[in-house]
């Protein structure tokens, strides 16, 4: 028989649609070909590559023989097929396995690669702990600093605080004028211009707002025997001594 054209006008008209029964040529011509690809796959010529695998594969899934030299050997010296190596029978049953190497790559660049990799992993670890240290230093000096500033805000008050109470006493006993100038609240007036004034307020304004709160609260209990933290005026210092806690918030909380 001839062989079909696949290209004419009878084999592309023939109706092979899904559930349809194909016709006679066609199965023909599907098993011709799958019959060809068969043939053209058995008489592929194999590379050198494949050969040398196969029989590399064969020869290792092979046992010794007794005509190896080595296996020879060691059956004179008493070894027997399937018995471990050595004296008494502590070693190795199977042979070290064969590590076939494909790469064009050089001796010792398979460990290099993996220890680079490892060297990488252990910086981007270090770089992630460095950077959470930094992330946990930064929270602790804004926690800090917040702390600080609401202390020193809380300092302010206890100072305001303190300068009317001193305003008030100093008046009660007829004082018209503060021991130091910043021990009242000072006048939104501005006519403070002599020089006195200046020079207690540059020696004013060298004090922070602590040192000026523990000056005021040691001269309320001093002159008029009065703590800001109790809020009280006492008879007289044996009295403030046994009744108040101490001269500071700390004392008091």
Known sequence: DEEEDYMSDLFIKQDVRPGLPMV??????IQKEEKQKEANEKNRQKSIKEEEKERRDLVLKSALGNENKGFALLQKMGYKSGQALGKS?????????LNIKTG?????????KKRKAEEKLENYRQKLHMKKQANEQAADQFRIRFKNKQE???????LRKSQRACQQLDMQKDID??????FWIEPEEEDKKDEEDKEDECTSSDLSVSEKLHILTAYLR???FYCIWCGTTYEDSEDLSSNCPGDSAADHD
């Open 177 to 182: 004028v503060p021991k130091e100038t910043w």
């Open 222 to 224: 001093q002159e008029h």
């Open 104 to 112: 064009l790559s050089g001796l010792g660049h398979e460990e290099l």
């Open 89 to 97: 029978g502590e070693g190795i049953v199977e042979p070290i396995p």
């Open 24 to 29: 006679r040529r066609v199965k023909e011509a």
């Open 152 to 158: 020193e805000r809380k300092m302010e008050g206890d």
